[in-house]
């Protein structure tokens, strides 16, 4: 399966200095990340607000690595397409977000990004169950979205397991994320506990050594 490969690390780019985002996405793909972890938020479904789909046209420049765009975004069925258009490689959308999940993933990936689907820690793990043969991306909030540099809520690996298995059960390949309060100390939990694509923020961004370095450090953590 899938998750015995060694797991991805997705750095989020939300600790990282806004006005140096480039030289953030240069200095995370020099150190072997993965995918960018592009955290949008509207000031609505998350009490902050970060950038729109101008600033995934221009990070799309900026690197060749995979764009994973975190639409915490109300009625994302709106945006769907211009993300992609933006140059979005996986395109997660909110459980909660839309009364139209379905139609919404099917949208994404009409217009060629990988759909992904996600929850708040407070929403049910059964909610994204039934829409797991429809994604190439699953991803456990344990944190509540909107900041980054939160505690880890310890309730969330259920929940990774509960996805992992559900996913096993059917024979998917969708890549199971988990993104939140992820440090180089708890990292290999979450991996043993499914995830095959891990997020971090603050650990990476306000690390004392710089990114390049925790970016390394993380890829220690979690080698299998
Ligand atoms: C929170 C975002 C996360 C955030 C994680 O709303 O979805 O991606 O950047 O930051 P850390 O790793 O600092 O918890
Ligand atoms: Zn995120």
């Known amino acids: 399966m899938g998750h015995d490969a060694s797991p991805k ?5 939300l600790s990282a200095d806004f006005a140096r985002l480039g030289d ?58 211009r993300y992609a258009e933006a140059g979005a490689a996986y395109l997660t959308i909110h459980v909660e977000a839309t009364r139209d999940v379905p139609g919404t993933l099917r949208a994404i990936r009409t217009a060629g990004a990988r759909p992904g689907i996600t929850l708040n820690p407070e929403t049910p793990v059964e909610s994204v169950l039934p829409h797991l043969d429809e994604v190439d991306l699953a991803l456990v909030m344990s944190v509540h979205p909107g900041f980054g540099g939160q505690a880890f809520i310890e309730s969330s690996l259920a929940k990774v ?17 988990v993104d939140g309060g992820i440090k180089l100390d708890n990292a290999a939990r979450v991996v043993a506990a499914g995830a095959t694509v891990i997020v971090a923020g603050s650990a990476i961004f306000e690390d004392a050594e710089g990114p390049v370095r925790a970016t390394e450090k993380f890829r220690m953590a979690v080698r299998r």
């Open 24 to 81: 953030a996405v240069a200095a995370i793909e020099r150190a072997g990340a993965d995918w960018v972890h592009v955290d949008v938020m509207d000031g609505h479904f998350v009490p902050n607000l970060t950038f729109g789909p101008k600033m995934v046209d221009d990070l799309r420049k900026a690197t060749s690595l995979p764009l994973d765009v975190h639409l915490m975004i109300e009625r994302p069925e709106d945006w769907v397409a």
């Open 9 to 13: 690390l997705a750095p989020s780019i």
């Open 161 to 177: 397991a509960a996805v992992r298995a559900a996913l096993d059960a059917r024979r998917l390949r969708a890549d199971l994320e």
